[in-house]
């Protein structure tokens, strides 16, 4: 059974993930500025888009080099961005839709613009990332990243990389929430979403960015 018709088959009804009223908070927090909107999309709009992703985007594997080995990371991806950017695959996929109706409210919200999406899909509980810093090659050191989630509620976790005393950070992201990390957050904390044994259903998570590749290099 392929991905697409087991996920199809797994889940068919989207009242699994409920939401209830939008709500804002920003963290007080040193060295980042995170701010998080539950309910950012309503229900019937992350239910929508939800199943629009899950069975619509071309998910593939991604490998990754760590240290001698090349392994594959346990989550599907997607990539999409503008194809007028420095070094942008001109035959990618093309912004959907969906893609450009969630960055216009992204983009509304932050009053910022946007040129690429890393979309990650989480099958199960077995898959996750661990502990990390976002990369800084093309999107240089401070990038502000606003991140949606659509599906099943997963922990997203913090911890500061310098200050020991700090108690790590853990933030449920549920069905259409909204959570922006900018400021210094990359460059002295780190983020992941840990695996879990419960039986969970699929989770969907987009990161918005900007691209903003060398010239020199292309």
């Not at 594997?61 to 997607?78: C, F, G, L």
């Not at 990618?92 to 919200?109: A, F, M």
């Not at 020991?164 to 950070?169: A, G, H, L, N, V």
């Not at 957050?185 to 900007?210: E, G």
Request: glycine share 4%; with cysteine.
């Amino acid at each position: 059974m392929n991905l697409k018709h087991r996920l199809m088959t797994l889940f068919n009804d989207t009242e699994f993930f409920a939401t209830g009223l939008e709500s804002k908070k920003v963290f007080d927090i040193p060295d980042s500025e995170l701010i998080l909107i539950d309910n950012f999309f309503t229900k019937e709009e992350s239910d929508y888009f939800y199943e629009r992703l899950l069975h619509q985007t071309k998910w593939r594997e991604h490998e990754m080099q760590i240290y001698d080995k090349t392994v594959t990371v346990p989550r599907m991806i997607a990539w999409y961005e503008d194809k007028e950017n420095v070094g942008a695959d001109k035959n990618g996929p093309n912004w959907t839709y969906e893609l450009l109706t969630i960055r216009s409210r992204v983009e509304k919200e932050t009053q910022m613009d946007f040129n690429s999406l890393l979309l990650n899909l989480y099958r199960n509980g077995k898959d996750g990332v661990g502990w990390h810093s976002d990369k800084e090659d093309s999107t240089g050191k401070d990038p502000i990243i606003a991140s949606v989630t659509f599906g099943e509620t997963r922990m997203f976790r913090l911890r500061h990389k310098f200050r020991k005393e700090i108690p790590p950070i853990e933030i449920p992201l549920h069905h259409g929430s909204f959570l922006l990390m900018a400021g210094t957050t990359n460059s002295y904390w780190q983020h992941q979403v840990p695996k879990t044994a419960r039986d969970v259903l699929p989770r969907i998570n987009l990161t918005f960015r900007c691209v903003n590749r060398n010239e020199s290099n292309y």
